[in-house]
């Protein structure tokens, strides 16, 4: 698509070339295509893919190598190991639910699937923070191994959120966000204090390659 529309930019400039206030405002154009088709193969790219195994099913994420290499990396190390194997290391337990109208799309709630990634070799890397957070995508928050998967849009966050992969199947993540919690109040908070929707049974997860039979479907034994 990016392709397309650079070749018909370039088509405009030679008929603009008489014109120069035309043909600047059209080499602008192109430069920006240009700079958007630098990210959008981190968006696309094929990726190796790794699975989350749920009680509720399988999540499967496709891991943008490009967009943040060494966070993805210690992500394939964990899966290449069928990490994850304590039901606290690895789990779910926030599930603030996509907005309905007519609330405030930016929040709260604030629209994201919320779990940690404990078993991680090490801290992941600030990295993959250039783009900004949209559905779908996968997030590590800064500082730690907790991350999220994105329900919805987030520009209000900008490029603050490391951006290392893409969901590509819904039907858990949805049944995850559909169950019951509880409404959490930092009781710290003096002013302006978010609740939080906190899971009353966390939802723990298997990490593996996709491929990898050993896990079977969702019918395995985490050890405490």
Same mark, same amino acid.
């Given at each position: 698509? !990016? &392709?397309?529309?650079?070749? *018909? %930019?370039l088509?405009a =400039?030679q008929?603009?070339a008489?014109d @120069?206030?035309a043909?600047?405002?059209l080499?602008?154009?192109?430069?920006?295509?240009?700079?958007?088709?630098a990210?959008?193969?981190?968006?696309t790219e094929p990726?190796?893919?790794?699975?989350l195994?749920t009680?509720f099913?399988?999540?499967r994420i496709r891991?943008?190598?490009q967009?943040?290499?060494r966070i993805?990396?210690?992500v394939w190390?964990?899966?290449?190991?069928?990490?994850?194997q304590?039901?606290?290391?690895?789990a779910?337990y926030?599930n603030?639910?996509?907005p309905q109208?007519p609330?405030?799309? !930016? &929040?709260?709630?604030?629209? *994201? %699937?919320?779990?940690r =990634?404990?078993?991680?070799a090490?801290? @992941?890397?600030?990295?993959?923070?250039?783009?900004?957070?949209r559905?779908?995508?996968v997030?590590?928050?800064p500082?730690?191994k907790?991350?999220?998967i994105?329900?919805?849009?987030?520009?209000e966050?900008?490029?603050s959120?490391?951006?290392?992969g893409?969901?590509d199947?819904?039907a858990a993540v949805?049944?995850?966000?559909?169950?019951q919690?509880?409404?959490w109040?930092?009781p710290?908070c003096?002013?302006?204090?978010i609740?939080?929707?906190?899971?009353?049974?966390?939802?723990?997860?298997?990490l593996?390659?996709? &491929?990898?039979?050993?896990?079977?479907?969702s019918?395995?034994?985490?050890?405490?």
């Amino acid at each position: 698509m !990016l &392709g397309a529309l650079l070749l *018909l %930019l370039l088509l405009a =400039l030679q008929t603009a070339a008489a014109d @120069p206030s035309a043909r600047a405002s059209l080499k602008a154009a192109a430069r920006g295509l240009v700079a958007a088709a630098a990210i959008t193969p981190t968006l696309t790219e094929p990726g190796r893919t790794v699975v989350l195994h749920t009680q509720f099913g399988q999540i499967r994420i496709r891991l943008l190598e490009q967009l943040a290499p060494r966070i993805t990396a210690l992500v394939w190390d964990l899966a290449v190991k069928r990490g994850c194997q304590g039901a606290y290391s690895c789990a779910f337990y926030r599930n603030e639910a996509r907005p309905q109208p007519p609330a405030n799309p !930016l &929040g709260p709630p604030y629209a *994201l %699937l919320q779990g940690r =990634l404990h078993d991680l070799a090490e801290d @992941p890397p600030y990295e993959g923070a250039s783009i900004e957070v949209r559905r779908g995508h996968v997030c590590f928050i800064p500082g730690g191994k907790d991350f999220f998967i994105a329900l919805g849009d987030h520009p209000e966050w900008g490029t603050s959120h490391p951006v290392w992969g893409i969901v590509d199947q819904w039907a858990a993540v949805d049944a995850i966000v559909s169950q019951q919690h509880n409404t959490w109040v930092d009781p710290g908070c003096k002013r302006d204090c978010i609740p939080l929707r906190i899971l009353q049974v966390e939802v723990p997860f298997k990490l593996a390659t996709e &491929g990898d039979h050993t896990l079977g479907s969702s019918r395995w034994v985490l050890h405490s």
